[in-house]
């Protein structure tokens, strides 16, 4: 007797056991269900894919991975040797969603009407039509804002027309701290990020878990940055069936074939566009150029004979070879990004080539290259029609799939 009521007692108690521990495991599941439920609830506000856009990986094409300049091209490299990517902060798919969302939220700003992508729009290529940019209260920005494709592959990884970011992950957080532009406090930033209801997953998804710091917003934004990469212009589709780039294109027009050569090769016997805009992502130089003691990639490609005004990477560095330098920035869909240079001075292509052809200034700290033997600024002397082929070439850097890519697209529409 005393023996059945032990075991009724032990099945009883083990059932019990099994019951609670059935309704707990129950439970577990409606609470993760729940979360589910929640966070997708959290993201409806947002036009995002159920699983995320390819940002890691981009099928990169051989020219961006293989250096097949003649001869190496004299400095020349290939594109994915001048990668910024820091070790800490690889270009994840989850990341650069979450740095597409930021990217495009206005509520990033002191009230809530400027996001990042107000002065970097896609169909410009990420840059601004205006020749100063318009911030949250209507002011102007000191400088025109600056195209984003391939910002991935300045080998010098600074940023800023005066290169005052010295990575990208510092430029990014700028901005939102600037007092024409977003004009927020850090801490500011951070707190309306955590208030709004699809971030805390959109960062569990990048970093692992939910807290939101500024670290964390950095990283997002630099990787949706990076992942910002140009390679299919009509340059690349012509490009693929040719293995050296000074060679003609089959797949370019004869115009647009004579103006990559006037851009590749001293035809003109003055230093080639390519000297400064290099590689072919069409960017600023990998080393200092020779001469003077330089430091900084950046140079002055005589806009002016006197600065003062801006004194570009001067106003970093304090260096005094410095004074009236700027960046030179990629050329990959310059053809939609007008007006052009750091103070958007020039509205069309057509002033750019004729600054070039007959406009250099005799700046002291002009790119030693821009001058002839004898010191004087360099006449590139274009004829009408050299000049219209080599707009015919930049026309041909014009990447339509770039521009259009729903994976670089506002999220809130
Ligand atoms: C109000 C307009 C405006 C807003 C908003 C803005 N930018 Fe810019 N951006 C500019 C201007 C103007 C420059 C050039 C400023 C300079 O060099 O002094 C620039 C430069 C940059 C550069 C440097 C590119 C290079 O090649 O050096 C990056 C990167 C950039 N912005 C990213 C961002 C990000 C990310 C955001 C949002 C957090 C943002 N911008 C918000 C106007 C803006
Ligand atoms: C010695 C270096 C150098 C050479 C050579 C050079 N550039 Fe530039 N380029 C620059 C710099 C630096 C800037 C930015 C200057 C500024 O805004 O102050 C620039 C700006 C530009 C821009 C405007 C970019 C923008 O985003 O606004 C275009 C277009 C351009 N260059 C085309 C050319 C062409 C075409 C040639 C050849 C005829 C050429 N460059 C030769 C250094 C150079």
Known sequence: MANQDYFRGKTLLTLLILFLFAAQSCSDKDESEDVQQDDTN?????????????????????????NQFPGGGGGQTAVIQNDNTPQDNPVTDDGATLGRVLFYDVKLSANSTIACASCHKQDLGFGDSEILSTGFEGGKTGRHSMGLSNARFYASGKFFWDERAATLEDQVLMPFQDE??????????????????????????AFGGRSINSDRISKALAQFVRSMVSYQAKYDDARSTENDPIRPFAGFSPAENRGKTLFMTNAKGVVPCAACHQSEAFVGMAAPPPGMGNTTTATNNGLDAETSADEGVFLTTANGRDRGKFKTPSLRNIAVRAPFMHDGRFSNLEEVIDHYSTGIQDHAQLDPRLRTPGGQPARYDFTEQEKADLIAFLETLTDQSFLTDEKFSNPFK
């Open 42 to 66: 959290a993201l409806a506000a947002l036009n995002l894919p159920e699983d995320p856009f390819n940002y890691s990986n981009p099928d990169y094409p051989t020219h961006f991975t293989v």
């Open 180 to 205: 024409v532009e977003m004009g927020l406090t850090l801490e500011e930033l951070v707190n309306i990020v955590s208030e709004q209801e699809y971030y805390p997953v959109l960062f569990e998804r």
